[in-house]
């Protein structure tokens, strides 16, 4: 990360990039915390970085505050697979299978590239929702 800074001093981009990575590794979400508030403080309106702060605060338990934010994003671009998973990942913990389903057919109705993935992971929440 200090290479990238360096080579980017100041790039909101390069903060939430590396805040998403932390969040993904499950490690120093405190500091991907603080990363994706300076991000939003920079460019308020990004969806990048809603979606982040969102899935940030998700994984920090913290589910109430963060559909806001995953729930923005989701709207602004419903066809985008990260947000879609961290998205799901949130109605998957609220057993709202519902919404989940409804996620995945419009985003396969919409022909996304990766609907084989979708249509794989409907099937088994359909057989999850109709037990």
Do not use: C
């Amino acid at each position: 990360m200090k290479w990238l800074r360096a080579a980017y001093p100041g790039s909101a981009a390069i903060k939430n990039y590396y805040a998403y990575f932390l969040v993904l590794q499950g490690r120093e979400l405190g500091k991907a915390l603080r990363l994706s508030v300076e991000t939003l403080q920079e460019e308020a309106g990004n969806i990048a970085f809603i979606d982040t702060y969102g899935y940030i605060l998700f994984k920090l338990g913290r589910s109430a505050e963060s559909i806001k934010y995953l729930r923005k994003a989701y709207e602004a671009h419903p066809l985008e697979e990260d947000i879609i998973d961290h998205i799901v990942e949130y109605y998957r913990l609220k057993k709202e299978y519902k919404k989940i389903i409804e996620i995945y057919k419009r985003a396969i109705e919409a022909g996304v590239d990766f609907e084989d993935r979708l249509k794989e992971k409907l099937a088994g929440i359909e057989k999850l929702f109709l037990l």
